[in-house]
Structure formats: structure tokens, C-alpha cells
């Protein structure tokens, strides 16, 4: 009989033939007992260390004596098993010490099977931290997230109850916990930027009875009241949302009459076209807009894309500015306003023509802060009322099907383009007798084609957002969010597979005052001591600060990532791999530095390449090393 060569059986005796052949030409020599146990034993495999690409945080180091206040609290050390609607609930007390700069350190480790989760923290009812999770492997994941937080002294400086909600669940296929512990340092620095003197949540207020408050669009209605002080001077609104379930992948979506194009194929799909609009509304009138970043978590697509190289944004999602100080000519009227969130899609009426939607697919988790500066006590901000030049935006969209020989539905190609403008100017007298011009603007605009072919199982997408948000306080946003996706799903053998290729950017530079710490403030250091937070490094690294003086006004932000991975799931057991390079540059606008301006100082870049899960090239760049 014929024996094949590749067939278990031949494999087999031809390792005992060649144990054989060893056995009896070596002489055989006693080892100690402890030798063959070590050479018995497993190998040791380190956790994979996930990391977001992002600017580099500064942590203080030293003393008192160099910094007035160096404090670190533990604020939580939890595993999330089961945990959907059982946040965890802590306390704060704040730190024996006067400070003006907040850090928290939040590391996680898990190990086995399980989904990307959304996490959310709060202080008492207002949302201070939005972040998800990696995907676990058999041998386990680590990463390490460091966050600027003097955003919210204001809350900092009371005592607080922290609230921590990161749903998970557990079973026989799904056994991955998140291990979990977050700490804040505080400390005082030079040159700190004036924080908001009062925060108010737009949110469900829930932290009264251990609930967490975000509001989950549609269903609940996202709003809250309430009676501005009437010596506000400033006031700005930040809105943090994210698609799930249905909307997580919403700038794929199809538009309403197109739903069934692929019904017998691949079943129903999402509808509510791939625009989205996430809306702020001051007693019912819109106040300004936010066109969102397509953030893609870490199981978004194809799992292989995103190890250990996180997606962007996806471990620390951005909030979106939006400055109401030309409403406060009504606000400080000591009464109640209504503060809505609303999230709204595109409604297809036919022949080309279009409207925004009042509702999206299920799922949206919103919520809202309102940051107020205040004038001195007992003063009063008052003036002209708002004129408000806000219209609908333009919206284009187009749709075509094409069908087989057998008269099915092949290819579905859908277009959809939009433009908007929003002013809203007002002239405000503040408690110091001075006039002045107050206003808000935003230009915004959107294309998106998306490709689907072979009966629904390809797909491409093509999408690019513009925007350029200013206000009279000197603060500009300008941003472009260029995407592109290949993707396609097969079944063969009851197995599933999926194979992809994305390049993704999130352009963004900021000038003026910002609520939230634009990174810069980790530079402008003047010959102190100090440690920056590298993403992928587990602990700080030293670092030598540059001469004074060097103060840039702004921040511009170039990340972009390209990948292709795959995807093949049969039974419980699943795998994926791939290839991902990210690009990154962090740089100062504006720099007064000695003997003049230096605009677009390089501060921090960084490239990295991974192939398969392990990092196959990294360097980075940090100015002053």
C-alpha cells in the first residue's frame, strides 16, 4: 500500500524513526530533575500591548517644592464581568492641596474571548471620559490611556461620586473580563488656562440612585432646563455621541426606500442614508451642530486591523465645541431654557429629493456639558438678542440599481452630498461696562458614495467631512475627516469570512480657547522636571524640556491609517490578521519663540507599522530628545 506523505499516520512514523536513529547514537545523561521540569514547561507569553496613536501627555514628577501640589488618588480598581446596567460607584474627595492640573491614568488588562465595549465616567451626573475597549486575545491585552482633566476643576475641587459604566457580559464562547484601574494626579503648573467656573450636564441626571445618564437616541428625549446665572460671560456646549448597534457603521447606511434592495441575500439593511447630523437646540431654535468623526472600534470592520494599533479616537472619542456666549442676552434673563440633543439622518421622499430625518436607527449615546466662565457676583451679562441665519442644509442625493440575468438585484450605488452654514451673532455688555461683539459660525461640508455589488456581500465606501467652526472668543476648529472602505463578506461550509482595506485621516487644528486642553499646554514647560506618557509605553518617559520661551497658540493634529486584514469565524473558534500603518504629526501654530515666529513647530510625530499583531517598525520623534 501506498503511504501519503502528508497524511497523520506517515507524520507519525517518521518522528519515531528519527526519535529512534537520536536515541541510539547519543549517550544518555541524567539530568537533575529540576532541569527537565523547566524544559517541560510552557513558555511564558507577555500580554499584547494595545495602544492609540496620540500626542504625548505630560506626567509631573518631583516634589512639592517644584510644583506646589503632587497628589495621586486611586479612584477605581474593578473587573467588569457582568456588568450591563451595574456601573461601578466610587467616591472622590479632593487632594490636601491647591492644584490647577488634572491627569487620569486608566489601564486595563483581559485576557480570552470578547466584543469591544463602550465605556463611560462620570462625576456625579456629568460625563468627563468616553472610551472603549480593545479586543482581548488568549494571552491577554494590556493598554494604558492618560488624559488631561483640568477641563473639570470645577468639579474636581468638590467631593464627587464617580460613576464608571463599562457593560459586559460573559458566557461559554464570550470570557474575557476588563480588568480595570484608574488614578488621578494633580498638580500645579505654570501658565494654566482658566477653566469653566461652573459645568452643567445635559444628561439624565441619574447618579442620584448609582444610574448612569447618558440619553440613548431615539427613545429618550435628550433634554434638561435650567436657569443660567445671570453673571455668566462665556458659555460654551460640548457634545459627545457615538453610534451602536444599527448606527455604529453609519456612514454605510442606505437610504429608507432602499432597505430591501438584498433582502433574500444578505437580509434587511440600515437605513437613514449615511449622513449624520448630532444637533444642539437652545429652547427649541438650533444653536449649532456637530457633522461626527466615523469612529471605528476596535472589532469595527475587521478585528486583524486594530492589534495592537487602536483606531483613532476609539480610546479616548472627541467632543465637539459648540459656543452659545451670543445666546446669553436671553440666558441671563433668570429663567429657565431648554438644552436639547437630537441626532438626525436623511429622509428620501423621492425623484432625488430629500429632508432631514426627526429619528435614526437604534442606537445613539448622547449626552452634553455647559461650561460657564462667570463675571464678578451680583453683576448681570445683557444686551442685544441673538440674530440667528440658520437654514436647512443642502442636500443632494441620488440612487441606482442594476440587475442580472436572472432579474435580481446586483449592484445598488448610492450618492449623497451636503452643505451647511449656521451664524448666530448678538453684542453683549459684561460686568465690567464693555461692549462687544459675540458670535457663533460653522461651515460645513460632506460627499459620500458608497458601492455595493455582488447582490450586497462588496461594499465600497467614500466619504469626506469638512468643517471650519469659529467664535468671537478667538477660537477656530478646522477639521476634515477622509475615509474610504473595501469590504467583503463571504459564507462557505457554515463558516464566515471577511476581508478588507480601509485609509482613514482625522485632520484637525486648533487656534484660540478651548474648553478642553489641546495637548500644547504638555509643552509650554520652562526648565521643570518632567515625564511624557507615550502611547504604547506602560510607564512615562523622561523628558528634557526645550528653552524658553516657547508658547504656541495652537494645535494641528495629521493622523491617518491604512490596512487590510481578514476574517474567518467557524463554530466558536474565530480568526483574524492583517496589516496596519498609521502616520502621525502633532504640531504648534504660532510659536513665539527667540528671534521671532515659528509656525508649525514640529512637537511629536510618530510612524508604526504592524503586521499580524506584532509591531513591525515604530519611530517616533519628540522635540527636545
Given at each position: ?623 527636545g530628545r
Amino acid at each position: 500500500m501506498l503511504l501519503n506523505i502528508f497524511s497523520p499516520l506517515c507524520h507519525q512514523l517518521l518522528l519515531l524513526c528519527v526519535l529512534v536513529i537520536l536515541f541510539s547514537s547519543v549517550p544518555v545523561v541524567s539530568r537533575d530533575p529540576d532541569y527537565a521540569l523547566g524544559k517541560r514547561q510552557t513558555p511564558i507569553i507577555p500580554p499584547l500591548v494595545n495602544f492609540q496613536v496620540s500626542e504625548p501627555i505630560l506626567t509631573t514628577v518631583g516634589d512639592s517644592n517644584q510644583y506646589g501640589c503632587v497628589h495621586t488618588q486611586l479612584l477605581m480598581d474593578h473587573a467588569f464581568w457582568f456588568s450591563y446596567g451595574m456601573p461601578f460607584i466610587g467616591s472622590y474627595t479632593p487632594p490636601p492641596c491647591t492644584f490647577n492640573r488634572v491627569t487620569i491614568n486608566f489601564t486595563v488588562t483581559s485576557r480570552g474571548r470578547q466584543f469591544d465595549r463602550l465605556g463611560l465616567m462620570y462625576l456625579g451626573d456629568v460625563e468627563v471620559f468616553r472610551t472603549s475597549t480593545a479586543e482581548p486575545t488568549s494571552n491577554g491585552i494590556v493598554w494604558t490611556y492618560v488624559k488631561e482633566m483640568q477641563q473639570y476643576n470645577a468639579l474636581w475641587r468638590t467631593d464627587q461620586k464617580i460613576i464608571f459604566d463599562l457593560g459586559n457580559l460573559i458566557d461559554s464562547t464570550y470570557t474575557a473580563s476588563f480588568n480595570t484601574t484608574l488614578t488621578a494626579t494633580f498638580s500645579t503648573i505654570p501658565s494654566s488656562r482658566a477653566a469653566a467656573d461652573r459645568i452643567l450636564p445635559i444628561s439624565a441626571k441619574r447618579s442620584g440612585t448609582n444610574g448612569t445618564s447618558a440619553f440613548s437616541l431615539p427613545g429618550d428625549n435628550a433634554l434638561v432646563a435650567y436657569t443660567i446665572p445671570q453673571n455668566t460671560e462665556r458659555a460654551v456646549v460640548s457634545l459627545s455621541a457615538c453610534g451602536q448597534a444599527s448606527e455604529e457603521f453609519w456612514y454605510t447606511n442606505v437610504f429608507n426606500t432602499e432597505v430591501n434592495t438584498f433582502e433574500d441575500q444578505v437580509g434587511t439593511l440600515y437605513g437613514y442614508s449615511p449622513f449624520r447630523e448630532v444637533q444642539l437646540l437652545i429652547d427649541g431654535q438650533l444653536a449649532g451642530v456637530s457633522w461626527p468623526f466615523p469612529v471605528i472600534f476596535t472589532g469595527g470592520i475587521v478585528p486583524g486591523l486594530w492589534r495592537p494599533i487602536a483606531g483613532i479616537n476609539v480610546f479616548d472619542l472627541r467632543e465637539h465645541e459648540i459656543d452659545i456666549t451670543p445666546w446669553l442676552t436671553i440666558l441671563c434673563d433668570d429663567a429657565s431654557h431648554t438644552f436639547e440633543i437630537r441626532v438626525a439622518g436623511i429622509n428620501n421622499i423621492g425623484r432625488g429629493n430629500a429632508s432631514l430625518s426627526d429619528i435614526v436607527g437604534s442606537t445613539w449615546i448622547v449626552t452634553g456639558k455647559i461650561f460657564l466662565f462667570l463675571g464678578p457676583e451680583g453683576s448681570t451679562t445683557f444686551g442685544t438678542a441673538p440674530r440667528i441665519d440658520v437654514s436647512p442644509p443642502t442636500l443632494q442625493i441620488s440612487s441606482g440599481v442594476t440587475k442580472n440575468a436572472t432579474g435580481a438585484n446586483e449592484t445598488l450605488t448610492y450618492r449623497t452630498s451636503s452643505t451647511r452654514s449656521i451664524s448666530i451673532t448678538s453684542t453683549l455688555k459684561t460686568s465690567n461696562g464693555s461692549v462687544f461683539p459675540a458670535s457663533w459660525t460653522q461651515q460645513l461640508t460632506y460627499t459620500n458614495l458608497n458601492i455595493l455589488l455582488s447582490q450586497g456581500f462588496t461594499q465600497r465606501t467614500e466619504q469626506l467631512t469638512k468643517g471650519t467652526d469659529r467664535s468671537s472668543s478667538g477660537y477656530t476648529s478646522q477639521y476634515s475627516y477622509p475615509l474610504i472602505i473595501n469590504s467583503t463578506f463571504s459564507t462557505s461550509g457554515g463558516g464566515v469570512g471577511i476581508t478588507a482595506s480601509l485609509t482613514r485621516s482625522l485632520n484637525l487644528t486648533i487656534e484660540g480657547p478651548s474648553v478642553f486642553p489641546s495637548g500644547i499646554q504638555s509643552f509650554n514647560r520652562t526648565g521643570s522636571p518632567a515625564f511624557f506618557a507615550l502611547p504604547g509605553h506602560l510607564s512615562p518617559v523622561p523628558y528634557t524640556t526645550f528653552p524658553p520661551p516657547y508658547l504656541p497658540s495652537g494645535a494641528c493634529t495629521t493622523s491617518t491609517q491604512s490596512g487590510s486584514a481578514s476574517y474567518l469565524s467557524a463554530g466558536n473558534a474565530s480568526y483574524s490578521f492583517g496589516t496596519t500603518s498609521q502616520g502621525f504629526g502633532f504640531r504648534g501654530s504660532e510659536a513665539a519663540g527667540v528671534g521671532g515666529n515659528a509656525a508649525n513647530e514640529e512637537l511629536y510625530t510618530r510612524r508604526v507599522r504592524a503586521v499580524n499583531a506584532s509591531v513591525v517598525e515604530d519611530v517616533q520623534t519628540l522635540i527636545g530628545r
